[in-house]
């Protein structure tokens, strides 16, 4: 068994020097925009993402973009909603999962600071739920959305990069019964090749 985990790790190992791909994870803290915004008002410190980068030429890569941010506000008041008013506390959650394609390019040199421009484009799993005494509404909904992002890649060494970025989120929404999402998220974390 010892031979056959040595013979993988080596693949792989081999697999990862020769290879021009870069795997990502950060952690995700999202400033909600908008009419997310009207919802949820305060900074929000829960997320992660995970990504892949795949050069095309020397400073331009394709990939993908996944992760998760969850926003949560708790707000205490009375609320009026169509003909219903109702008192108390009112607790308003959103979990929203990207996926994304993404395109980079990269400034500078290769081993050094490395600033970029991107984007993405995809698709957005949005669940909102709204919490008031034993009264609770939720929506779920796939929107088509486009995350612009500007970033930096630091190197750690040869096989790793320490990276920041910031996104913009924007999520349209075809539903009447809620609008269109937007957040920006701001993402530290690590790429590997």
């Known amino acids: ?7 993988v790790s080596l693949l792989v190992l081999g697999y990862h020097s020769y290879s021009q791909n870069m ?11 908008g009419e997310t915004g009207d919802l949820i008002s305060k900074y929000q410190w829960r997320g992660f993402g995970v990504e892949g980068k795949y050069f095309v030429g020397d400073q331009v890569t ?34 929203v999962w990207p996926m994304l394609a993404t395109f980079n390019y ?51 060494n040869l096989y790793s990069n320490f990276y920041v970025n910031v996104k913009y989120n924007y999520g349209l929404n075809g539903s009447d019964d809620v609008g269109n999402y937007s957040w920006m998220t701001f993402n530290v974390g690590f790429l590997w090749y």
């Not at 973009?65 to 607790?91: D, H, I, L, P, V």
């Not at 957005?124 to 929506?139: A, C, D, H, K, P």
Request: proline residues 4%; hydrophobic residues 35%; neutral net charge.
């Open 23 to 33: 795997h990502g994870l950060n952690y995700s803290m999202a400033l909600p925009l």
């Open 62 to 95: 394709l990939g993908w973009q996944s992760g998760w941010n969850t926003m949560y506000q708790g707000e205490s008041g009375t609320f009026t909603e169509g003909t219903q008013t109702r008192a108390g506390t009112k607790y308003t959650w959103l979990n």
């Open 106 to 156: 990269l400034f500078g040199t290769d081993g050094g600071t490395q600033p970029y421009l991107g984007a993405g484009i995809g698709t957005y799993w949005v669940e909102q739920r709204t919490q008031m005494g034993l009264f609770s509404e939720t929506y779920s909904t796939w929107n088509f959305g486009i995350a612009p992002e500007l970033g930096v890649i630091f190197p750690v």
């Open 1 to 7: 068994m010892k031979k056959y985990i040595i013979i």
